[in-house]
């Protein structure tokens, strides 16, 4: 694709200050973009790095405009501009509508317009795909799962049966949909699985990355809201709730029951317990361990220091004594406020 | 399906207070229960919740029975009995006996009675499935494997080579068994692969959660004991040995060569390290680091709490000065003590 | 397979000290090798292993001989050794070259001599699959993709467009290669998507565990450098570079842009945030948490130690004073600096 910047600038609302009929075909950074390429600042610290660049372009803020050397498109929010902009040039592909020969469909499938379905797909019965979905080589969509329209499933992923996925979801490989929630009830030493009724709903214009695993509720359903963006082998138990536009990091896990708020974002390999109530616009810091509920937004962490690994074994071995540690600063101080007593 | 309380209660060993004839098609939750629906009570701390229950009817303990304004199913575990009504009403879905067309089924296979083949698997040489097992879409099992009776994986799971799975056996989607486990050995600066020439042996009845990985054993096998419920995005390296009834929460992680011992709970994030035995009876809470064998039973912790970024921030930089904090207090109480002594 | 100790001491350059005509057909453990099969002793502290043994041979060093009371075979590294001799002894099972009639292969393809593509494989356009690869059942290969000469896709493994891997690269169920880049730009509450335009680049000898996940860069690629080997369920997050010959363990994950050095030993379920660099000959023990860039090499650590959960419980909670008791030592200090001039 190649567009001059003047469409850029008309197609996400912004002004060019320069030569607007210069033609950009990619997107690159400041350090390596090169005649043809547009980049972008998006924070001021790094203005320093417009210098050299022999880009065509530069989307930023009118703030930092004199810092750039070339033609600037000027926005209020570059990095929201750049994703547009970077949508423009590299349009998702799409395969050409149809069924693969080599695909398993069940004839009470409803399949939409404009629908692909790629090799080896295995769709089961009263499966429901909307209009204008892109199903990948090797997915499985179990009875009666409904796929939204405009919706992409990249291949090897899995939806299992009832569960219901919005518009434009976007889901990346290996991810799978609606497997059985973790039920298990102890009878005598002995687990005796608890069927798993409910679903996964999943709300329109949702991410979900590769080999992320998102289980259906026990008695209910599990819910990802619209806009929630989910990375990589993120574990999503049942009975979760997770609030609009949260976004998540790889290998975070939410244990049963929880509900997370909306716009909250929640870094890497965070663990939050189950049944517990995260606000709104809460961030958790990569790795923060969730053990209460958080109910007031804000930033949250947990967790120690790396350290030399000698070092570090000699305060990992005094944490076992932080408590006793504690009371006896507190006897320390009883004892000197006495002979500060006895002093005077 | 549909019972009258009468059936279920001589099902599952239970005591009708009330109409046995009614008739009970679902389950849910006490608040969200409606006429022909059946819910239960496990903790006693939750009886307020039956107070304006519409369900049908409530499976709870005797010591209850005072809580519930409805026809109540009595007996000594409810939850369990919960589990075992539930499988009744939601028996699980079987497909048809039979081998897909797409399938590929090695000549050389040994298959059971009632057995379903889905599309688009593949069966290598000498495989055994025994009889009545159900192997969904997409999975692949390798040479030699052999999948005991009645055993279900869901769709894309892949079994390796000389795996051997018993009886009931339940695999969600994206689980791999018997992937090579991580032996390396340095020459040099280079890492020569050690051949995996062990097994994956799962006893009967255990439960295998999406995207979990159970490696093959280096020398001698990996095994995964009876009962033993694993949830979703585990990793069991190669040569653990999981007792069984053991259960597992999702994306915890056992280094090789570690035993764990029988009817542990392990709660979700876990880590443990390599070479280390775990007893009998051990809980560990989600997100703890276990480095050292855990010897009596009992509940075992780590990690430090959730807090405001800013407070965390101070108390994180601290703990690299545990240790010379220790030291000081040491040295405070000597000179005190001094002081009092010169006090006297 | 079956070699004599003769034959095995001349591939791997070590010497026999005994009878170099027996035969040796299979690897095993001091303590349950039979006849006709070897040993190894590696680390000399385990040498008492050795006593009973009834294995026909042990490798080991020429210090620990006088250990063994049977035929040796004398290296340098024993544990290196046993991987070569484990390689001869049990070859990596090849299937017979050939394109399944069940797999979908794009004509524009560019396939090598003695490629096996098995069934039910799906390879998109202009892809490249040098000699001798082995892809095993249910690969996705999307188009422009390229496998180096001698690569193996065991199955199920999904490689994007674009991605480059070299020679020789071994590659488990359920790994994805190339997956989206976790990149989302914020619009007034809502994300939009970045499109990731970078590839995944893999070089000569890496192998990766499975389900393991590797997203593609955003600009510019992300990199695994030759001879890293990966376990199961990492995350590599875009535009990671991982050093060669650097080893991680299951369940790490590396943040975006972070740079990891070469001969890093990467323990399981470590975390790295973006942007930072790691050192070459880097050790990080199991579930650290790594918030800063390490500059030089060595050993580091972080994390709390596992207690009963009660005495846990107490240390928790002090935690969140620690700022607190370090301050109130300093005052402590000073009181008692103050007492003891006065004292004198």
Redesign the interface.
């Known amino acids: 694709m190649r567009f001059t910047l003047k469409e850029l600038a008309e197609a996400i609302g912004g002004v060019v200050d320069g030569d607007a009929t210069i033609e950009i075909e990619?997107?690159?950074?400041p350090a390596?973009a090169l005649s043809g390429q547009i980049t972008f600042l998006s924070d001021s610290r790094y203005k320093k790095e417009l210098e050299n660049t022999s880009a065509s372009a530069v989307i930023l803020r009118e703030d930092d405009r004199s810092a750039c050397p070339v033609t600037a498109l000027i926005v209020s929010?570059p990095?929201?501009a750049?994703?547009?902009v970077?949508?423009l040039?590299?349009p998702t592909?799409r395969e050409i509508a149809g069924i693969?020969p080599?695909a398993?469909v069940d004839d009470s499938c409803d399949i939409g317009a404009d629908v692909w379905i790629?090799?080896?797909c295995?769709i089961g019965r009263n499966v429901l795909i909307d209009s204008g979905c892109q199903i990948?080589?090797?997915c499985?969509i179990?009875q009666n799962a409904q796929i939204g329209a405009e919706s992409v499933l990249?291949?090897?992923v899995?939806i299992?049966?009832d569960c219901v996925l919005g518009k434009r979801v976007?889901i990346?490989?290996?991810a799978?949909v609606g497997?059985?929630g973790?039920?298990?009830?102890?009878?005598n030493?002995?687990?005796?699985?608890?069927?798993q009724?409910g679903r996964v709903i999943i709300n329109d214009?949702v991410?979900i990355?590769?080999?992320t695993?998102i289980?259906r509720g026990s008695?209910?359903d599990t819910v990802v809201e619209e806009?929630v963006?989910l990375?990589?082998?993120i574990?999503i138990?049942h009975n979760v709730r997770v609030g609009a536009?949260t976004?998540m990091?790889?290998?975070s896990?939410i244990?049963g029951s929880t509900t997370i708020g909306r716009?909250c974002m929640i870094g890497?390999?965070v663990?939050i317990?189950g049944h517990l109530t995260i606000a709104d616009n809460v961030?958790?810091?990569?790795?923060?361990?969730?053990?209460?509920s958080?109910k007031e937004s804000?930033?949250?962490?947990?967790?120690?220091?790396?350290?030399?690994?000698r070092?570090?074994?000699?305060?990992?071995?005094?944490?076992?004594?932080?408590?006793d540690?504690?009371k006896?600063?507190k006897i320390?101080?009883k004892?000197?406020a006495k002979?500060?007593g006895?002093?005077n």
């Open positions: 990619s997107i690159n950074t390596e929010n990095y929201a750049y994703a547009e970077a949508n040039l590299y592909q693969h080599t398993v790629g090799p080896h295995v990948g080589p090797g499985l179990q990249i291949g090897n899995a299992m049966h976007l990346h490989p290996g799978v497997s059985d973790f039920g298990q009830a102890n009878d030493g002995r687990w005796i699985k608890i069927p009724v214009d991410e990355g590769a080999s695993t289980d008695i209910g806009g963006k990375d990589n082998l574990h138990a536009h976004v990091a790889g290998q896990g244990a716009n890497g390999q663990g317990s961030t958790l810091t990569g790795r923060t361990t969730v053990l209460q958080v804000g930033v949250y962490s947990s967790g120690t220091p790396t350290e030399p690994n070092q570090w074994h000699k305060n990992y071995t005094r944490f076992k004594q932080l408590d540690m504690a006896r600063i320390l101080e004892l000197v002979l500060e006895k002093g």
